[in-house]
């Protein structure tokens, strides 16, 4: 049987679109219905941003009423005192949305306004703090209390550079901190962003992000850039020293962190076919590596302006070039794998990939070993713990600070069994692989892939 499935937009790329859209171009894209919570969070905060900022230039002072702007409910009974009048600040709430928690943080700070950036208990506990101390070093007013951050923003840095400012970060728990930088450069007049290592987790998303600026301002940028001194913001370069940015295209906006579900769940259903669009093999999306690791699955991948994929050992039809086809067929099997398969896996770059290669791991059985895992625990959830702790029954594991082992047993799932999501996305689209297993929350899958649970319910 095939099935077509349309993947939703990677929401990486959507939200640093939009964040970039309103810092260079004071404009907010649309979303749509196929754009998972994350992206809408991002979108209404912005939009909290732009109608408080209208309202401050209207005004004559900082002197707000009771109300708050963006219809969001305030949940913090803490406000700044301008003379002798208290200022309730303006609420953006970013729920459990790391991304905009890390990227609207120096956009607060750089626009007039008083602001209290807030969301989830959970997402509060994630790291921001080597953002929060870069900005306060330039002077921005930012303080943690008990339901965020109190931001007091202002247009002007401390700044004794007429050639642009030069900040130093250290970027080792989250490569976000420096694309939020990047992302606000024009606002903090920042020219050059130095990181105490290069040897970050995630790179390929700070990639990312030097990518879509590239291509908003048709300006290199990256080790050899050499920014141009224009007053515009949509033309605005930041060079990051010690960084290289392949010189590829951003490619289709297609999911591929999406597309590893279907790539694994194909792996386990022999007698399906899924086409998936759509993709492309060269793209900016570190998670695209995913076909060289399922060609040592028996998978095969080619394609010129698409990815096309294909399972060599037992799939028999041809995709069409303008989609992906992840394939798995009974006619022509050679023989089954006379060993478990087994792979190693530096996942620095692609961690959102981990619960899902794990699971498979475990349902093959296959005998995977994911390196540089350490930063998963402060996810959504901690994830390290909670793939060990749940994929136990199925598994031998092996954890250590920056390593995991998952050496699956190929034993029978048992019908009902219980899996612990932990109200994490990425474990909830793993733990759907497992047949007949129930699942305490899928509502979390709304935050990247809302539309998942109806494809599956489609075969």
Aim: proline share 6%; aromatic share 6%; hydrophobic share 40%.
């Amino acid at each position: 049987m095939r099935y077509e499935i349309q993947l939703p937009d990677n929401k990486s790329l959507k939200i640093r679109r939009m964040v970039m859209a309103y810092v260079r171009d004071e404009e907010i894209p649309p979303v749509s219905d196929m754009d998972g919570s994350d992206v809408r969070v991002t979108w209404r905060a912005l939009q909290t941003i732009r109608e408080a900022s209208v309202e401050t230039l209207r005004a004559t002072s900082l002197q707000r009423d009771d109300s708050v702007v963006g219809n969001v409910e305030t949940r913090c009974s803490t406000s700044l005192q301008t003379g002798n009048t208290f200022v309730p600040p303006v609420v953006v709430d970013v729920a459990d949305c790391g991304a905009a928690y890390r990227f609207l943080m120096p956009v607060l700070a750089a626009t007039p306004g008083r602001w209290l950036l807030t969301g989830t208990p959970r997402l509060l506990q994630r790291p921001i703090l080597p953002l929060v101390e870069v900005l306060r070093g330039i002077g921005a007013e930012i303080e943690r209390v008990g339901d965020g951050w109190l931001i007091r923003g202002k247009t002007e840095t401390d700044n004794d550079n007429d050639g642009g400012l030069s900040l130093t970060l250290d970027a080792t728990q989250s490569s976000q901190m420096a694309s939020a930088l990047v992302m606000a450069a024009p606002l903090l007049g920042l020219r050059t962003l130095h990181l105490t290592t290069t040897d970050i987790p995630s790179l390929s998303y700070l990639r990312m992000t030097l990518a879509l600026a590239r291509d908003w301002s048709g300006t290199a940028v990256g080790r050899n850039a050499d920014p141009p001194n224009m007053p515009l913001a949509r033309d605005w370069a930041v060079e990051i020293p010690g960084v290289d940015m392949p010189d590829v295209p951003i490619g289709a906006h297609g999911d591929w962190s999406a597309a590893l579900f279907w790539f694994a769940h194909a792996r386990l259903h022999p007698e399906n076919e899924y086409a998936l669009s759509p993709l492309s093999l060269e793209s900016v999306q570190g998670d695209a590596v995913i076909t060289k690791w399922f060609r040592m699955l028996d998978v095969s991948v080619s394609c010129r302006d698409a990815a096309r994929v294909r399972d060599a050992k037992f799939c028999v039809s041809t995709p069409s070039c303008n989609e992906n086809a992840v394939s798995k067929r009974t006619e022509n099997i050679a023989k089954p794998l006379s060993e478990k398969p087994r792979m190693v896996l530096d996942v620095r770059d692609n961690l959102d990939t981990v619960p899902v290669m794990a699971a498979l791991a475990a349902l093959l059985p296959a005998d995977i070993t994911f390196r540089n895992v350490k930063n998963l625990r402060y996810k959504e959830s901690d994830r390290l713990q909670a793939l060990a702790d749940q994929l136990a029954p199925y598994a031998e594991i092996e954890l250590s600070d920056n390593v995991l082992r998952v050496k699956g047993k190929g034993e029978a799932i048992v019908a009902g069994a219980g899996l612990d999501t932990k109200h994490d996305h990425r474990l909830a689209m793993a733990f759907l692989l497992f047949p007949g297993a129930v699942l305490d929350d899928v509502g979390c899958l709304e935050k990247s892939y809302p539309g998942l649970l109806e494809q599956i319910k489609s075969e």
